[in-house]
């Protein structure tokens, strides 16, 4: 009887949180990661000979075992509209070009010139001034790319993250970096019902958001080389925009994929299906 109890939990425990195996188009096996999911851009994920961890790539899809598909806009200036453009990701684990300091001993420059991207604790010269910024090391963080050569963040776009179960995902949390500019960063969740519902970061609003880096006095550290969290309790989301209104980078994403109901009862039917195996083995 125990043995029965302690198989049926490990066998759920396992499935849900390891994820379910299924075949992608090439035959290959893939894991579809299910339960509480945290997405921060450093997960080795798609055709490993063309890591996009080391570059700029389009990475619209490679995060699709995690139920999560993405998209970008910028903002053109000149025809006054938004455009399509590639995410790309960006190492936040850097040095500032020029006089600069890095606690952590980073070596890697921060490229493109975006050293108001830079994470941990350091410090770098700008117009005849010290920027003293202290965050936890963030790795790669996502962006919307300017342009083409180095990694560059755009100055003002949408970056918009589909979540492909059926009935959305229970979303929770959301970490933004270097919000340097005088405007709010919105955020507008669709959900599997059809309503949606749009919020902005700004003083008066009911965005839980806690920030998270300093100067090196202990002072709140907002603009350039900045880190927020921003918790949010929504349940079946099925579509999230996050508008920057100028440079910015995505260091994270939290959320829960709800099993469906079949995928539910498939899961039960395995658990099942493990337990009988076990008892077979044991008899």
């Not at 749009?198 to 965005?207: A, I, P, R, T």
Request: proline share 4%.
């Amino acid at each position: 009887m125990h043995l029965k109890k302690l198989s049926i939990a490990a066998a759920i425990a396992v499935t849900t949180t390891i994820g379910t195996v299924s075949l992608n188009p090439s035959g290959a096996a893939a894991v579809n990661f299910t339960g509480k999911i945290k997405v921060d851009f450093d997960e080795n994920v798609g055709d490993t000979s063309k890591n996009p961890l080391d570059g700029g790539q389009e990475l619209d899809n490679l995060w699709a075992d995690y139920g999560l598909k993405m998209d970008a806009q910028k903002w053109d200036k000149k025809n006054k509209k938004y455009e399509k453009a590639e995410l790309w990701l960006y190492n936040s684990n850097c040095i500032a070009p020029g006089e600069a300091e890095s606690t952590n001993k980073f070596t890697e420059p921060c490229t493109g010139g975006d050293r108001d991207l830079a994470t941990g604790k350091g410090k770098y010269k700008k117009n005849g001034k010290w920027y003293k910024y202290n965050s936890d090391p963030q790795e790669k963080v996502l962006i919307i790319q300017e342009h083409g050569g180095d990694p560059d963040d755009a100055v003002r776009g949408i970056i918009t993250f589909d979540f492909t179960d059926e009935l959305g995902v229970d979303f929770h949390e959301i970490g933004l970096l270097d919000l340097d500019e005088p405007e709010h960063p919105k955020f507008k969740f669709y959900f599997a019902n059809g309503t949606e519902s749009e919020l902005l970061d700004s003083n008066d609003s009911e965005v839980d958001v806690t920030l998270l880096s300093t100067k090196w006095n202990g002072n709140p550290l907002k603009k350039d080389n900045s880190l927020r969290k921003y918790n949010f309790n929504f349940k079946d989301v099925k579509k999230l925009e996050v508008s920057l209104p100028g440079s910015g980078a995505v260091t994270h994403l939290k959320y829960t994929r709800v099993p469906e109901p079949t995928s539910a009862l498939g899961l039960l039917v395995g658990a099942f299906g493990m337990v009988s195996f076990i008892k077979r083995k044991a008899s």
